[in-house]
T-cell receptor, first 115, second 115 residues
């Protein structure tokens, strides 16, 4: 069964460092998402990506965040200068709106710890 | 606009007794509705989905949910809880409307199962 894969599963970084989280969505999906879950809190939408550009973003997704689909398979989330409050689990998801259901297929998540 | 309200942050049941996790939604368009489960330190797994077909939806692990448009509800039930059901459950609403394809999460309900 096709699945979304994310790397790394866990990353520890120092405050102010750049971090890149990687995702490989399901190959025939066209919509890609990043969500964030701070420990013990709800799952929050960060950004959606379609047709090689950002389609929507939340207020959380400020200038320190960026997304890219560099090679047609990977979908990356970059945090330029990490802050303590960026510590969270980051989930990548993809969706096939061709069936018009909006079901999200999630990766296992990347846990980011900022020290 | 769309939103999801999960009415209980925690639900505690004894093993073998019924489970009810409540979810109400708001959507300007015909929604798709989902329940996802998250076990500790794991990713998000789809339990079941409603996509405008049968209003009673059966999912994995004996869970089911009923879409009630008049009550704008999509409550999750299971006749008999098992210890392995202990997890966080998220209700999600999704609707393609006005170009927005952003699934929205509820805050989550933590299911606790006592022996």
């Amino acid at each position: 069964e096709p699945e979304v894969t994310q790397t790394p599963s866990h990353q520890v970084t120092q405050m102010g460092q750049e971090v890149i989280l990687r995702c490989v969505p399901i190959s025939n999906h066209l919509y890609f998402y990043w969500y964030r879950q701070i420990l013990g809190q709800k799952v929050e939408f960060l950004v959606s990506f379609y047709n090689n550009e950002i389609s929507e973003k939340s207020e959380i997704f400020d200038d320190q965040f960026s997304v890219e689909r560099p090679d047609g398979s990977n979908f990356t989330l970059k945090i330029r200068s990490t802050k303590l409050e960026d510590s969270a689990m980051y989930f990548c998801a993809s969706s096939d709106w061709g069936s018009n259901t909006g079901e999200l297929f999630f990766g296992e998540g990347s846990r980011l710890t900022v020290l | 606009a769309q939103s999801v309200t999960q009415l209980d942050s925690h639900v505690s049941v004894s093993e073998g007794t019924p489970v009810l996790l409540r979810c109400n939604y708001s959507s300007s368009y015909s929604p798709s509705l989902f329940w996802y489960v998250q076990h500790p330190n794991k990713g998000l797994q789809l339990l079941l989905k409603y996509t405008s077909a049968a209003t009673l939806v059966k999912g994995i692990n004996g869970f089911e949910a009923e879409f009630k448009k008049s009550e704008t509800s999509f409550h999750l039930t299971k006749p008999s809880a098992h210890m392995s059901d202990a997890a966080e459950y998220f209700c999600v609403v999704s609707a393609s409307s006005g170009g927005s394809y952003i699934p929205t999460f509820g805050r989550g309900t933590s299911l606790i199962v006592h022996p």
